[in-house]
C-alpha cells in the first residue's frame, strides 16, 4: 500500500493549490490522515490533520484559517485545500497515515511525524511574492 499525493505546483502570493492525497495497492484504515511539510534546511513540520472517523482537524497555527483538510472516506482520500498562500509556504509536502495508534494523551497523535506509519512521496508547492 502506498500513498500517493499530487496537486502541487507553483503560485504566487495570495494563489490556492489543492493537494491530494490518496492510496493504492489494498485498501487500508487510517486513524488519521495528515499533511507535513519541509522547507529546504528545516525540519519537517506539521500542517494539518484529520481523523477519518470523526472529521475532526486540526491546523498548525501558521496555516490556521487558510487551509482546510476536506476527505472522501469512500476512497480514502484526503486533501490540502491550500488559500491565500505566502512565500513561507514553499517546501515539499507530503501526505502521511497513522494506521496504528487510534488515541494517544495529547494532541501529538496529530501533530507528531513520529506517530505516522505510512508516507507518500512528496509534492513541491513554491509560492513566488
Known amino acids: 500500500v502506498q500513498l500517493q499525493a499530487s496537486g502541487g505546483g507553483s503560485v504566487q502570493t495570495g494563489g490556492s493549490l489543492r493537494l491530494s492525497c490518496a492510496a493504492s495497492?489494498?485498501?487500508?484504515?487510517?486513524?488519521?490522515m495528515g499533511w507535513f511539510r519541509q522547507a529546504p534546511g528545516k525540519a519537517r513540520e506539521f500542517v494539518a490533520a484529520?481523523?477519518?472517523?470523526?472529521?475532526?482537524?486540526y491546523y498548525a497555527d501558521s496555516v490556521k484559517g487558510r487551509f482546510t483538510v476536506p476527505r472522501d472516506n469512500a476512497i480514502d482520500a484526503v486533501y490540502l485545500q491550500m488559500n491565500s498562500l505566502k512565500p513561507e509556504d514553499t517546501a515539499v509536502y507530503y501526505c502521511?497515515?497513522?494506521?496504528?495508534?487510534?488515541?494517544?494523551?495529547?494532541?501529538?497523535?496529530?501533530?507528531?511525524?513520529?506517530?505516522?506509519?505510512?508516507w507518500g512521496q512528496g509534492t513541491q508547492v513554491t509560492v513566488s511574492s
Open positions: 495497492g489494498r485498501t487500508f484504515s487510517s486513524y488519521v
Open positions: 502521511a497515515a497513522n494506521t496504528k495508534r487510534a488515541y494517544y494523551s495529547s494532541t501529538y497523535l496529530y501533530t507528531g511525524v513520529p506517530m505516522y506509519d505510512r
Open positions: 484529520i481523523r477519518r472517523t470523526s472529521g475532526s482537524t
